[in-house]
């Protein structure tokens, strides 16, 4: 099966811009996570996407939103960008039928810089 | 509200010499662990969870709840063990919500 793919893998942003990142997940999977990776605060989850529904949510500001399509695909949105929004972005994805508590399978990631 | 620490940002170890990487969790219900690893330019990916009690790569690591540890073990390590692992954490009722420390860098040197 072909793994998570993430679109684009660079991006180079402004402040004020807005910015959209896609992901596909493995074939089957329902469930499509997002983390943002810094170096200073680590990974952090900032939500989840099952069944087209938004099942959970980070601390992250309003900022930041997603949605799923009904094959499971997902972007996510960060409006408004902040220096402090330059990040590796990653999404992950598993079946989505056991509660969560499944493993979840990351895609490459896609960096993120605002100047 | 759920937490993992993973104390050390660096070990450095010989080949051949035992590893263990700690990692400690705080959660008041019953936690799921698991290990990622990041090999060097390569995608997060799991190592081992703590329900499968599988030996992945020579690597073990045992739930203990009493001292609410997960630590990853491997009795003798490889240069291609050198890599950034990550514990997970995820809490019941918390879907696919994945918490992560924050790191520890293996490196090992001949």
């Known amino acids: 099966k072909a793994g998570v793919t993430q679109t684009p893998r660079y991006l180079i942003k402004t402040r004020g811009q807005q910015v959209t990142l896609s992901c596909s997940p493995i074939s089957g999977h329902r469930s499509v996570s997002w983390y943002q990776q810094t170096p200073g605060q680590g990974l952090q989850f900032l939500f989840e996407y099952f069944s087209e529904t938004q099942r959970n949510k980070g601390n992250f500001p309003g900022r930041f939103s997603g949605r799923q399509f009904s094959n499971s695909r997902s972007e996510m949105n960060v409006s408004t960008l902040e220096l402090g929004d330059s990040a590796l972005y990653l999404c992950?994805?598993?079946?989505?039928?056991?509660?969560?508590?499944?493993?979840?399978?990351f895609g490459p990631g896609t960096r993120l810089l605002v100047l | 509200a759920q937490r993992v620490t993973q104390p050390e940002k660096l070990l450095s170890v010989f080949k051949g010499a035992p590893v263990e990487l700690k990692c400690n969790y705080s959660?008041?219900?019953?936690?799921?662990l698991f290990w990622y690893v990041q090999y060097s330019r390569q995608r997060l990916q799991l190592l081992l969870r703590h329900i499968s009690r599988e030996s992945i790569k020579g690597f073990t690591a045992d739930l203990n709840k009493g001292e609410t540890s997960f630590h990853l073990k491997k009795p003798f390590a490889q240069e291609e063990d050198s890599a950034m692992y990550y514990c997970a954490l995820s809490g019941t009722g918390t879907a696919s919500k994945l918490t992560f420390g924050t790191g520890t860098r293996l490196q090992v040197t001949l």
């Open positions: 959660y008041s219900g019953s936690p799921e």
């Open positions: 992950a994805s598993s079946l989505g039928v056991s509660g969560g508590r499944e493993t979840q399978y």
